[in-house]
Structure formats: C-alpha cells, structure tokens
C-alpha cells in the first residue's frame, strides 16, 4: 500500500496499533470514521480503505440485541455480548424488548435475544408485546433475519426457560434462520452466558469480517441503565439493619416483615418501583441438619469457585439449599445409585413433581447414600440473590431503603420449612445486623413523568410494596393527579399492611380512592378484581383522563385475574368486543400506561 499521501508511514501506523489498548483501538477506529464523515467542506481524511475492504464494509451486517429481563440479568448478559461485538468493530444495537418497535423485525439481518421468563412460561412484561406481534396471525415472514436466543430461568419451575423456547420456534416458523442453538441457562449462568457469547461472536465472525467501522455511543440506545452505583450484584454494600419490624397481627397465620436498611455513605440512589438484590445466608439449623442427614462434620474442606473453603462455610454462604430441582435428584439418583430415584429419574413429570414438593433436606433424609463433602457441593447451585420491590420513596426516607417480606413457612412430614432468603430476613438478623445489598433498576415500572396524571394502583399482599413507594414519591413531589388505591389480604384484622398510613393519605387527599378486599372475613370469598368489576364505571372514566394502571403481585393468579377484569369493564363500559379489549390494554402497555411488577 502507497504511503505518499499519509502525514505517517506504515511503520509509524504499525507502533500506534502495537500500543494501543482494544478499547483505545476502538475508540481511533469510530473517531477516524466521523471525521471521514465531515461535511465536504472540510478537509477528509485520505481514504486508506482498501477494495477488499470497502467490499467487507459494504456486505457488514448490523445485529440487534434485544433483552428481556425481569431481574435484570437478561440485560446485564446484552450488555456484555454488545460490548464484546463492538470490539469485533461490528455495527450493533441493544435496545430493552419494551422499547423496540415490533414492525422492524422484518428488516433486520441479524437479532439476538436475551429473554428470562416469568409466572407460568410467560416473557418478561416489556417482551409482551413482541410476543404478541410474533405470534399474531398476521406475523410476517422473516426468511432474510438470521437470529439467535438465549434464555435464563431457574430449573426449579416446570416451565424452565419456557420464554426463550416460544420466541425460538417461532421466529424459525416465521422461516427466520437459526444463527445458532438456543441455550438455556440456570439461576448460575455465568459460565454458560460466558461460553455462550463466545459462541456468538465465532459466529459473528464466520458471517463477516470486521469492518473498519466502529459503533459509537450514539449508536447506542440511550435507554439501557447502566447502574453508575460503585455497588452492584456483584459488588454489594454492606448496610445496617434499621427497623426489622413483623407488621402482621399475632393472630394472622402470615408473617410479614417491615425492613429498612441503612444507606449512609453509600451514594446509592433509587427509584420507585425499583428492586433491591439481597444476598442472604443459610441458617444454621438446616445446615446441620443436612451434615447430620449425610454424616459429615462441615469441616471438610471442598473445592468452590477456585478456592478451598469448609463444606459448613459453602453449606451456608454459597450454595442454594431451599429450593430442589430435576437436575439436582437426577445427579444424587447417580450419585448414590438409589434405585427408585434411578426409576424416577426418566419420568420428567415425576421429576418436575417431586422437585415441587419434596425439599432438598427431606430428600436427602428420605433417600439416604453416602456422598463425599466435595459430592454433595456439587450437587448444588450457587447461591444467587433475592429481589424484593422497594416499599420506599428516597425524597421522603432519604439514606434508608424499605422493604416488605413475607415469610415463606409451610409444613412438610410434620417439620416447618422456610425460604431461604425470607428466613434470612425476619429471623436470622437483628438491629445493626448487616446485609449485603444492591440496586436493580426497573424502568418498566415506573410513574408518569406528568404529575397530574392520575394512576390506579392494584395489588394483594406484599405486592403493596411498590405502592407504599409510589404514594410517598406523589407525596413528595405535592403531585395534583389523583391515586386509587386497589388491595387484598385474607383478613382486615390481621393482613391490613400499612393501614395506618393509607388511613392517613385518604385524611390529607392524597389517596383519592382506596377499596379493600378481604378474602376470608366472609362466606364468598371477594378479591381486587371483584372490587375492579364493582369500580368498572369509575375505572373507564379515570382511563379516559389519561390514568395509568399499575398491578404488583402474584404472576399465576391475581395479575391474570386483574387482566381479565380490566378486559371486562372495558367490554362492559366502552362496549368493546373482547379482541377490542385486549388491543385496547395492548395499546396501554405500548404507551406505559399498563405496567405489571408481578411474580
């Protein structure tokens, strides 16, 4: 190549590129590009582009990466693989599923999805309407999309992954071509996210060369959050327990917790409608229990990410011990070569069922076999964190985050189990305890930028907590838009969460409607989406004042039961047929003024 018209010779260009970083190597290669692509006026720089590479250039396909998360690690993973991309010098785009527009599918080249799953098998809520869309009758044909899916879940739910399966059989019936397998990830994805990405960009890499363009950050959808905390999942801060409070009445057979924790000096900042990651620990008890079961001391040592640890220490910061899986009876079937479990084992549904219904600890204790410290170790999953919806606005509680936590308790061969990190919360700390904690920011959930505009807020049990965040954000801000107010518990007595302080809005205005259902302080039991019926009128009219609905709670039963209601005021109140009803609430979602933090 003739260097007479370079301020530089090749040697010189040579010492540049030896001692640059890839990032300062991409940063001078989407810097060259926008001053080649100055206005005429301008002094351009010579073209050093040779005909292969123009041709290269020209041929580049773009990728797209969309994610659809519920916790947050689906876009965590996007993020990522879009940085990895961009080093490759490919033209990429990674924008949240709710934020991408539906109809562009049919002229992109190549899409990658990043989906978790939530409920019964269902996507995320901000990948609902690209469900929708594909899954329509009228979904076009995608023969020229090249695509590839990932999907994250947790093995313990009998739709595992289920999100990420649906979006990849149809876009390969939509005639899409499949870029590579779909994997399937557990709740200890890292490795399999980390191969997997190499795996994309292999790919990547086969399909086309790099070209000499580098995306900048304008590129770059402006929308994806990157937490700027100094604390993140895997960089928590450790906060003090402030209040560990039981705000259920002695006599309710629920056990719910009010916990605010302290954030001084932390710098950490969050939103209503925001969640907080929190890393617990096993209790003692059920790890003794389960080294008594197995006849080891917890003094062992094992081996756990690289390092040498006790099995007790493992047993109770690393590993995850509440919640049994197919895959774990499948490996202790081998493992101790128990000849019913080795039976079991090839029926899915038995699996699935058993995994439901038989805790790991009884399943240890039912199906006794001798298991070396390092065996049971790798039996398990990692211990991931808990996500709790912040019950606190940080204009009105200031260095304090609140939380609301029920307690999972239930009965199984006459012995009581609890959840692991619910446990953890109500009774394995106290005051001044410390927590290890960090931010997930939600932006699907979040309130209208318009304080006038009113919003309904509907939710059963903890799902109150986000609302609690909410009011004291209106609060705060003096918002003029009216509140209404949706909530169900079993009893009024015993289940009315924060009763005091609703009763106090309702005093000052703030909370312009509250309707309560209690579903055991009667005969016929009566639920939030028999009070949404009874309210339909009044409903359709703060609908057509521009209001925003908001539903927290449980994905299986109330969010889809409040679904169905809202479709029938809408058939009752606008005279809609219930095609018209559900394009209707499709439309809300599209303008964020249906949003659901449900699980």
């Known amino acids: 190549m003739s260097t007479q018209h370079f301020p530089f010779n090749c040697d010189e260009l040579k010492k540049i590129i030896e001692k640059s970083s890839d990032k ?3 940063w001078l290669s989407g810097y060259l590009w926008g001053l080649a692509e100055k206005s005429s006026n301008e002094q351009a720089l010579p073209n050093i582009t040779t005909t292969t590479d ?25 993020n990522e693989l879009t940085q990895d991309i961009e080093r490759l010098g490919i033209e990429v785009t990674h924008l949240p599923a709710g ?21 019964e098998g269902e996507p995320p809520e901000e990948a609902l309407p690209l469900y929708k869309y594909l899954f329509a009758a009228k979904a ?4 020229n999309l090249q695509f590839a899916v990932m999907g994250l879940g947790d093995s313990s739910y009998p739709k595992f992954c289920q999100a990420a399966k649906d979006f990849d059989q149809r876009l390969a019936e939509l005639d899409a071509q499949r870029m590579l397998l779909r994997v399937d990830a557990d709740t200890d994805f890292q490795t399999v996210s980390t191969n997997w990405r190499q795996a994309v960009i292999d790919k990547l890499s086969s399909l ?5 363009k580098s995306l900048t950050e304008n590129n770059t959808s402006s929308s994806v959050v990157v937490n700027s905390s100094l604390y993140h999942r895997d960089n928590p801060f450790i906060a003090p327990v402030n209040v560990n409070q039981k705000i259920t009445s002695r006599d309710s057979d629920r056990d719910i917790r009010h916990i605010e924790f302290d954030l001084t000096g932390s710098d950490i900042n969050y939103q209503p409608g925001d969640a907080l990651g929190v890393w617990y620990q096993n209790s003692d008890e059920l790890v003794d229990e389960i080294l008594n079961i ?12 690289g390092q040498q640890i006790t099995l007790k220490t493992a047993l109770i910061e690393h590993v995850e011990l509440t919640q049994n899986t197919p895959v774990i009876i499948e490996k202790y079937a081998q493992a101790i070569q128990n000849p019913e479990l080795l039976t079991l084992s090839k029926d899915r549904e038995a699996l699935i069922e058993m995994s439901q219904t038989l805790p790991l600890v009884d399943m240890l204790n039912r199906y006794r076999g001798n298991l070396t410290a390092q065996t049971l170790i790798g039996l398990l999953r990692p211990l991931t964190p808990r996500f709790y919806s912040i019950a606190s606005a940080q204009d009105e509680v200031g260095d304090e985050v609140h939380l609301t936590v029920n307690v999972v308790r239930y009965q199984i061969e006459d012995k009581t189990r609890t959840g692991g990190a619910s446990n953890f919360l109500a009774n394995q700390i106290a005051d001044q305890d410390q927590v290890k904690i960090f931010v997930e920011h939600n932006d699907n959930f979040r309130l209208p930028n318009d304080t006038n505009t009113p919003i309904i807020m509907i939710a059963a049990g903890t799902g109150i907590a986000p609302f609690r965040a909410f009011l004291q954000q209106r609060s705060a801000q003096c918002a003029t838009g009216k509140n209404w107010l949706f909530f169900g518990n079993p009893h ?29 302080d009667q005969a016929e039991k009566i639920y939030v989406q028999d009070k949404l019926i ?37 058939m009752t109140q606008a005279q809609y047929n219930q095609e018209q009803a559900i394009n209707y609430l499709d439309e809300l979602r599209s303008q964020k003024r249906y949003q659901r933090d449900v699980y």
């Open 99 to 119: 934020e991408y527009k539906a109809k562009k599918l049919s002229q992109e080249e190549i899409l990658i999805l990043i989906t978790s799953t939530q409920g």
């Open 294 to 305: 197995t006849q080891l001391t917890g003094d062992e040592l094992v081996e756990h990410n």
């Open 534 to 570: 009874a309210q339909g009128r009044e409903i359709w009219q703060w609908l057509q004042q521009g209001a925003y609905i908001y539903v927290c709670g449980d994905a299986k039963r109330m969010a889809k039961a409040v679904d169905l209601a809202l479709q029938q005021i809408l």
């Open 24 to 26: 300062q190597l991409a």
């Open 140 to 143: 076009p044909k995608l023969a």
């Open 492 to 520: 009024f007595i015993s289940d009315f969460l924060y009763q005091v302080e609703w009763q106090n809005y309702v005093k000052e205005g703030l909370l312009t409607n509250i309707d309560l259902a209690w579903s055991r």
């Open 208 to 212: 086309q060369q790099s070209t000499s």
């Open 54 to 78: 123009v041709t290269q250039a020209e041929q580049a396909k773009k990728v797209t990466i969309l994610s659809a998360s519920q916790t947050g690690n689906a876009r965590r993973v996007a």
